[in-house]
């Protein structure tokens, strides 16, 4: 068997599809990366702007999130097609973020069962409003046209383990990381993992309204803990888990350490706002988020 470094370097394949611009990053034998872009939704990725997952088993694919939306998981079926011709039988949702699940009926309609951790599907419901809203605003109605909640038939707390078509798979959520349903899913034969929105590469990660970063970092421990050969993030690239740990534990930590500090002085939040993040400014997205994710991280710590 190959290393999986070499697979990655010199078997990755690689298809354009569409206006979204996905690509198809073949980590292992049937086991692919689905990428898309790092920046924002908009009308052109479908709210597709992620990174997703495709396994194929002996009775077809285990699809990693099914993006933002109904015509974004046309696109990731597209993409899929380009690999197999087995169709998907199961769809993952790894978080509560919209590009995680809203793309779940189009699967569904078409026979796919849906997984996810209970918190997850807490969270879907209590956000699904304002994601639908957000969502018109930046794809555009019409490219949300025909996406409806739907929400999985199979709920798991803790860890779920099943064998789909001869394939092992672990799910697990052991806490919350970007929004508090975030989990991972482990390949024990492979030594794969899907981390969903746990792991950001080559992006700025985003703190929200519904992030806990002090359990973000636990639950980065966790996956650390299984130390895969092969990551991939909910953002960006596979990778190994030293990068993983540089442009997401270490950018959380180093968050969560300044402001700290800020806290102890007794300064105010404006001075939390500036504090020097620029270890991490060749990541994409940068500009707009850094200041953002450190007032973020200043609220959530007054009382941590």
């Not at 920046?39 to 992620?50: D, E, K, L, V, Y």
């Not at 939306?69 to 978080?95: L, M, R, W, Y």
């Not at 779920?160 to 799910?171: S, T, Y």
């Amino acid at each position: 068997m190959k290393k999986f470094i070499t697979v990655l370097v010199f078997t990755a394949m690689t298809f354009p599809i569409n206006a979204a611009s996905l690509k198809i990053i073949t980590v292992a034998n049937g086991i692919h990366a689905i990428v898309g872009e790092l920046g924002q939704r908009s009308p052109t990725n479908f709210a597709i702007n992620a990174t997703f997952g495709a396994i194929e088993t002996a009775s077809g694919v285990v699809l990693i999130d099914p993006g933002g939306s109904v015509g974004g998981a046309a696109v990731i079926e597209a993409a899929i097609n380009q690999v197999t011709d087995k169709f998907v039988t199961h769809v993952i949702n790894t978080g509560g973020q919209d590009h995680r699940w809203l793309g779940n009926g189009y699967f569904k309609a078409k026979g796919a069962k849906i997984i996810a951790s209970l918190d997850a599907v807490n969270d879907q419901k209590e956000r699904v409003h304002i994601q639908l809203e957000g969502l018109e605003f930046l794809i555009g109605r019409e490219n949300l046209a025909g996406t409806e909640p739907v929400y999985a038939d199979d709920l798991f707390e803790g860890t779920l383990k099943l064998i789909i078509g001869g394939v092992d798979l672990e799910f697990h959520h052991t806490g919350g990381a970007h929004t508090p349903g975030d989990s991972f899913v482990w390949l024990p034969a492979s030594k794969i993992m899907f981390t969903g929105d746990i792991v950001y590469l080559e992006r700025l990660l985003g703190v929200i309204e519904v992030t806990n970063t002090k359990a973000w970092v636990k639950t980065f421990n966790a996956v650390a803990t299984f130390k895969p050969k092969v990551i991939v993030p909910g953002h960006g690239r596979p990778a190994d888990l030293a990068k993983a740990k540089a442009e997401t534990l270490d950018y959380l930590v180093n968050l969560r350490t300044k402001i700290r500090a800020v806290h102890t002085r007794g300064e105010n939040i404006k001075t939390g706002t500036a504090i020097d993040q620029r270890a991490f400014s060749k990541l994409q997205n940068f500009n707009g988020l850094a200041r953002r994710n450190a007032q973020a991280v200043f609220i959530e710590m007054e009382f941590d």
